[in-house]
């Protein structure tokens, strides 16, 4: 069978996101092993950078345009992604695992009669077959899956494949204005949070815990985020006491992260904590408490309070950027 | 107003989950199940849209006999109906899916409630999957609803933020922490739920297309070196991460 993969961009404010680019950088990967095509769509009302997809390897891009698709609405986006896939003979459909593409692509599957997994952190086709390796009950295991139908809709999730800039190609992109739009679920406003950063997207993540004391002291976890260019994390039990927003929550019930590194201050790694963080690249865990869980997964641990370790950390990093 | 809630039976998420040692399935031993944590938030919500505008509320639950332990907590919250749609085999998201919508287009739904996800796969899909077979209108992760006349108003959880989502009914939305805070059962409530009926049904048959082959424990991560006991081990913590890790 041959192949025709399919990527689809996912803009927010004009820009595509570095999550899509990861996936266009796996699938243009993918596509070369299996002699296959692969082609991106995206959606909007002006992107900036377009262009850029060339740099993952992708050689065409499909951009649906109108003024009214700058913010995202399921019941139009849907019917774009879906004509486009059967117009094309797409059967194999990339999303990111994200806030849209967790909504998007099983609205897809159902039109295109299509297979779903979602949350991938591994994707192969052999013989015709596609595979994909995916965490479940919160990253304690993974099942591996195989997906049997026409047209297999797969997301994958943020931060497992990096996004290499491995190509010149110049992409071809074919704009197509479009009208008839179906807007009966759109989004109205975006309302940004606080923080600056979401955890979500962060290559680094400071998060702080109960061990913290106090809701003021989170601005040693906020310094240290800055120097770092990270985003601020926090355990439900802060969340709970009302000392961080829910955003920051990192969990079972909050979100769940794959940095870079993560830097866990005075929490004592729950299983439900760890549930959200566990496969972060690398771990840090500053607590008083030696026989803390989180010291099982920390690739790096002080044991000692974090009211001496985290200024003397500050100073150090300021140190070295100092030099930088 | 006719409300349907679809809930699900999953492991506590406290649970150790081990792998059998043919690779094929979650050890059950030991093992607790309960009302999926996130379907309370779509109770809650049900139950709040039927004080304002009157209605019912039906539950769902597919699955095995078990299954009626999670109907019967939503029951007791304050439910009135109870439908079990009885199959012990295998079924993908769809094949649920579409279980669950060919049962809620008897019912006339205005709006239709699920968790944003099952703590069991994690998928958090089965909603959005039934909202386009039913050819509802659909909201997920919801942390705020608003229902005046036909119009819907939502909030959504996205990275970074959040979208206000305009819509109408019939709607579909899948429920997220911070939509509202979940009632206890009350003592009357669990005496009153043992009196309801539950249901049972045979759901419809649909070829399930994603196959799981098996599962595997991740790589026990070596727990790590303790670099320092004091404040001293800043500097070496740097030092690692910058020329070890590379990470800053
Ligand atoms: C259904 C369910 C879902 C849940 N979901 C989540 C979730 O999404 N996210 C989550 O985080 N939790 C979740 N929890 C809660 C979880 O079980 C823990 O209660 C919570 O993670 C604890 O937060 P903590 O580590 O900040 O607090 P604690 O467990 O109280 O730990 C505080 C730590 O700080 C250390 N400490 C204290 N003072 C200092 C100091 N001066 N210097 C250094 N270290 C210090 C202590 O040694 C201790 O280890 C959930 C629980 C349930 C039942
Ligand atoms: N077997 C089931 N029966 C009824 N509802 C379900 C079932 N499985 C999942 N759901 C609902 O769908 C939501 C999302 O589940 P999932 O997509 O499996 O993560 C859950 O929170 C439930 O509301």
């Keep these: 069978m041959e192949n025709k993969i399919l990527v689809f961009l996912e803009q927010r404010n004009g820009f595509i996101k570095k999550s899509s680019f990861e996936i266009a950088s796996y699938a243009s990967a993918l596509s070369q092993k299996l002699n296959a095509t692969v082609e991106a769509l995206t959606i909007g009302k002006e992107i900036t950078n377009l262009q850029e997809v060339g740099n993952y390897g992708i050689s065409k891009v499909y951009f649906y345009k109108n003024p009214e698709l700058e913010l995202y609405s399921s019941s139009a986006y849907k019917k774009i992604v879906s004509n486009h896939i059967k117009e094309n003979e797409n059967n194999l459909v990339l999303f990111s695992n994200t806030a849209m593409g967790k909504e998007l692509s099983p609205l897809v599957a159902v039109i295109n009669q299509g297979a779903l997994s979602v949350d991938c952190t591994k994707l192969d086709v052999e013989n015709d077959s596609v595979k994909v390796i995916r965490p479940v009950y919160a990253g304690k295991a993974f099942m591996t899956a195989e997906l049997k139908g026409n047209v297999n809709v797969i997301s994958i999730r943020p931060n497992t494949f990096p996004a290499n800039k491995t190509s010149e190609l110049n992409s071809e992109i074919i704009e197509k204005y479009i009208e008839d739009l179906d807007l009966s679920v759109r989004v109205t406003e975006v309302v940004k949070s606080d923080s600056k950063l979401d955890v979500t997207e962060a290559d680094i993540i400071v998060s702080g815990g109960r061990g913290l004391k106090a809701p003021e002291n989170f601005k040693l976890v906020e310094e240290l985020s800055q120097l770092l260019g990270a985003a601020t994390g926090a355990s439900r039990a802060v969340v709970d006491a009302g000392w961080r927003p829910h955003g920051e929550q990192v969990g079972q019930t909050g979100k769940t992260v794959s940095p870079n590194l993560y830097i866990a201050l005075g929490i004592s790694g729950a299983i439900q904590h760890l549930a959200g963080m566990r496969s972060s690249k690398y771990i840090v865990a500053i607590n008083k408490d030696k026989d803390a869980p989180i010291f099982q997964i920390a690739d790096y641990g002080i044991v000692a309070d974090l009211f001496d370790v985290v200024p003397e950390l500050i100073n150090e990093l300021k140190k070295i950027r100092g030099n930088e | ?248």
């Design chain 2, 1 to 248: 107003m006719k409300l349907v809630v679809c809930v699900s039976y999953v492991p506590d998420t406290a649970s150790k989950i081990n792998v059998s040692l043919d690779g094929k399935t979650i050890e059950q031993a030991g093992v607790t199940y309960i009302l999926n944590p996130y379907d309370e938030f779509a109770i809650e919500e049900a139950l709040k849209l039927k004080e304002k505008f009157g209605g019912e509320v039906d539950i769902i639950s597919l699955g095995g006999d078990k299954n009626k332990e999670s109907i019967q907590k939503a029951l007791a919250m304050g439910a009135d109906n109870g439908i079990l749609l009885k199959d012990d085999s295998y079924r993908d998201s769809v094949a649920i899916a579409f279980g669950l919508a060919e049962e809620i287009k008897t019912l006339n739904a205005d709006v239709v409630l699920f968790g944003k996800q099952s703590v069991d796969y994690d998928n958090g899909i089965i909603g959005q999957l039934t909202a386009e077979l039913l050819g509802f209108n659909c909201v997920s992760v919801v942390t705020k609803l608003d229902i005046t006349d036909n119009k819907v108003t939502a909030e959504r959880e996205i990275e970074g933020g959040k979208e206000i989502v305009s819509t109408s009914l019939p709607v579909v939305i899948t429920g997220q922490k911070g939509l509202n805070e979940p009632r206890y059962a009350s003592l009357k409530g669990i005496m009153a739920a043992k009196k309801k009926v539950i249901t049972e049904k045979t759901p419809v048959q649909f070829e399930s297309k994603v196959l799981i082959d098996g599962f595997t424990k991740p790589a026990s991560k070596q727990a790590g070196k303790i670099i320092g006991t004091d404040a001293s081990a800043a500097a070496e913590l740097v030092r690692l991460l910058k020329d070890e890790a590379k990470v800053i």
